[in-house]
């Protein structure tokens, strides 16, 4: 019976006539098989073993390595061959595509394996969508923003971000990563998320909250309506017109209502999440107004 728990992917594995082709042919198809060959006297062997060994649980199933002892599968070596050991190959769809011979630097061997797999940040990429079709945006944001500058802020990654942005009505942060977008990456992508981002702008914009917005400015002393107008700015997304709205009100009455209007300024920020840097800004603010 099967429990909902994934299957850990096998790292690392012994390769003999028994399973060569399903670990060297079959298996390279689904991802890159790394074939170490090596034999016990062989001296350079004993320190890239080890090396390969690291990088594969580094990269915990991303890619199998498959070690041949050249010496008891002598068969397997000629087949591939192997004139000299350590001999490294990478497989790909049953074929080789890359590899050395010879000891290697770790900074090598990395560079390597680099060009075959997938860079974490596509891996990031891939699970924020993921949880956008879930309906997670608020999640997907949390994920994105974490590689966003990280990978030297790429473009289908800012993209994403600005669609998971504008989900979870985050949208002055929408706003902020498209025009930081230069003209050359302006493409039909950009331009729909412009017109999404507009669009949920006009849709924010009730009328009891335009009508908000006209009472306090022929009152712009009434604290009353401003928190009122604060509440509509996080309901339609706009956290930051929100949050300085009761931060101002706080700096005029900072006990105002009894402590609940500083409730309402912690709350707003909790809903943003952990590391957000919104609610980091904000909460400096609002430690500065406090002590």
């Known amino acids: 019976m099967m429990d909902g728990t994934l299957e850990t992917p096998l790292t690392i594995v012994n390769i003999d006539e028994s399973n060569a082709a399903q670990y060297l042919i079959e298996e390279s198809s689904q991802r890159p098989v790394v074939i170490d060959f090596w034999a016990?006297?062989?001296?350079?062997?004993?320190?890239?073993?080890?090396?390969?060994?690291?990088?594969?649980?580094e990269y915990a199933g991303a890619f199998l390595l498959a070690k041949v002892n050249a010496d008891d599968q002598q068969m397997i070596a000629q087949q591939f061959g192997v004139r000299s050991l350590p001999t490294v190959m990478v497989m790909r769809d049953g074929q080789p595509v890359d590899?050395?011979?010879?000891?290697?630097?770790?900074?090598?061997?990395?560079?390597?394996?680099?060009?075959?797999?997938?860079?974490?940040?596509?891996?990031?990429l891939q699970e924020a969508g993921t949880l956008l079709q879930a309906g997670d945006a608020t999640a997907a944001v949390t994920i994105l923003r974490a590689v966003y500058e990280e990978s030297g802020r790429r473009h289908d990654i800012a993209m994403t971000l600005v669609h998971a942005l504008?989900?979870?009505?985050?949208?002055?942060?929408?706003?902020?990563?498209?025009?930081?977008?230069?003209?050359?990456?302006?493409?039909?992508?950009?331009?729909?998320?412009?017109?999404?981002?507009?669009?949920?702008?006009?849709?924010?914009?009730?009328?009891?909250?335009?009508?908000?917005?006209?009472?306090?400015?022929?009152?712009?002393?009434?604290?009353?309506?401003l928190e009122q107008?604060?509440?509509?700015?996080?309901?339609?997304?706009?956290?930051?017109?929100?949050?300085?709205?009761?931060?101002?009100?706080l700096r005029t009455d900072v006990n105002h209502k009894d402590g609940a209007t500083k409730k309402a300024l912690l709350d707003t920020i909790a809903s943003l999440g952990k590391g957000d840097p919104l609610a980091a800004e904000y909460q400096r603010k609002l430690f500065s107004l406090l002590y």
Not at 107 to 121: C, D, G, N, T
């Open 40 to 57: 016990d006297w062989c001296e350079p062997c004993k320190v890239l073993m080890p090396l390969l060994e690291k990088l594969a649980t």
């Open 99 to 124: 590899g050395f011979a010879g000891a290697q630097s770790e900074q090598a061997v990395r560079e390597m394996l680099e060009k075959h797999l997938p860079s974490p940040y596509d891996a990031a």
């Open 166 to 225: 504008i989900e979870s009505k985050r949208l002055d942060d929408a706003q902020i990563l498209l025009d930081a977008v230069p003209m050359v990456d302006q493409d039909p992508l950009y331009e729909q998320l412009v017109a999404q981002l507009n669009l949920a702008r006009e849709a924010s914009r009730s009328p009891e909250l335009v009508g908000l917005e006209e009472q306090l400015k022929a009152d712009p002393e009434n604290l009353e309506l």
């Open 229 to 249: 107008i604060a509440v509509h700015y996080s309901a339609a997304g706009q956290f930051r017109d929100a949050l300085e709205s009761l931060l101002f009100i």
